[in-house]
């Protein structure tokens, strides 16, 4: 119970607006239950990262998630490792460099690194189109294009094949149960 009691106090500073405490209590608890043995380990160092955010210590925020991220194993028989905040913890490093340190180049490869080393990930198509969209805003079509032909191909029911289709003339895969037509929200330009 002593990890759950840590947790919540870490989160009741989180709450009050205390990110500097928030943030020195959830590492607290990442040293002191760190992975295998914490169950709320992979939390913990995703909000330190969060606190890190708000205090403008966005390399800082990075580490964390990188860290937790070091300790990702396959498993050699049925069953997985996967810690619930791995995906997530990558596409915010994702989100990270390309919003807060505007570093495109490692926001691509953070996305690209989603999709290629994540491989039971839901979010793998979603990782292939933001780094295309990365691609494409810095001017290299043939690039999000690859991207966007990789993306049709591996997920050829991802809501994301009508707007590739359309974008970069690909073909639609012949049994996609994707939607038809490219949805708006999704080619709206980011702010």
Do not use: N
Not at 95 to 119: P, W
Not at 151 to 163: E, G
Request: proline share 5%.
């Amino acid at each position: 119970l002593a990890e759950d009691v840590a947790y919540l106090r870490a989160t009741r500073l989180a709450d009050g607006g205390d990110a500097q405490a928030a943030r020195d209590a959830f590492l607290a608890m990442a040293d002191r239950w760190p992975y295998p043995f914490g169950s709320l380990w992979d939390d913990a160092l995703f909000r330190a990262s969060e606190m890190e955010e708000k205090l403008g210590r966005y390399p800082e925020a990075i580490a964390h998630l990188e860290r937790m991220l070091k300790e990702r194993e396959e498993a050699e028989t049925i069953g997985s490792y996967q810690r619930p905040r791995y995906t997530p913890a990558m596409m915010r490093i994702a989100q990270l460099y390309a919003e807060r340190l505007h570093d495109r180049a490692k926001a691509r490869d953070a996305y690209h690194r989603l999709y290629a080393e994540f491989s039971h990930s839901p979010m793998r198509d979603d990782a292939l189109w933001h780094e295309a969209e990365l691609w494409r805003e810095d001017g290299d079509e043939d690039k999000a294009c690859s991207r966007l032909g990789t993306l049709a191909s591996d997920f050829p029911d991802s809501r994301y094949v009508p707007c590739a289709v359309e974008r970069c003339k690909i073909k639609r895969p012949e049994k996609s149960k994707a939607p038809t037509t490219c949805h708006a929200y999704l080619t709206r330009e980011r702010k």
